[in-house]
Nanobody, 119 residues
Framework: QVQLVESGGGLVQPGGSLRLSCEAS????????MAWYRQAPGKQRELVAT???????NLPDSVKGRFTISRDNAKNTVYLQMNSLKPEDTALYYC?????????????WGQGTQVTVSS
């Protein structure tokens, strides 16, 4: 059974930092592209960051320079370091593991961790 468990969310003031973690089980972690998405109330889910199996990262302009994604394959964990947080970063943050090629093709989601940026 595949599980992705996020942690590290919480309430932070504007300009503050948080580090999210997502620990995976039930998959061969190192062969999956890992990603973080977020969804704010009334908005669509949006991509925040991805890191592939070669540690190549991709982040949209809205978070580039403020957020960093990394992975530790030995710990089956992906991280999202978030700095200079803004109120518009408030959302439920989801971890995703995806592999489009066989074998072990799959697309898995965690339950999410809430990030609230407010003074």
């Amino acid at each position: 059974q595949v599980q992705l468990v996020e942690s590290g969310g919480g309430l932070v003031q504007p300009g503050g930092s948080l580090r999210l973690s997502c620990e995976a089980s039930g998959i061969i972690f190192g062969i999956y592209t890992m990603a973080w998405y977020r969804q704010a109330p009334g908005k669509q889910r949006e991509l925040v960051a991805t890191i592939d199996t070669n540690d190549i990262t991709n982040l949209p302009d809205s978070v580039k320079g403020r957020f960093t994604i990394s992975r530790d394959n030995a710990k089956n964990t992906v991280y999202l370091q978030m700095n200079s947080l803004k109120p518009e970063d408030t959302a439920l943050y989801y971890c995703n593991a995806k592999r489009t090629s066989r074998p072990f093709r799959g697309d898995y989601w965690g339950q999410g961790t809430q990030v609230t940026v407010s003074s």
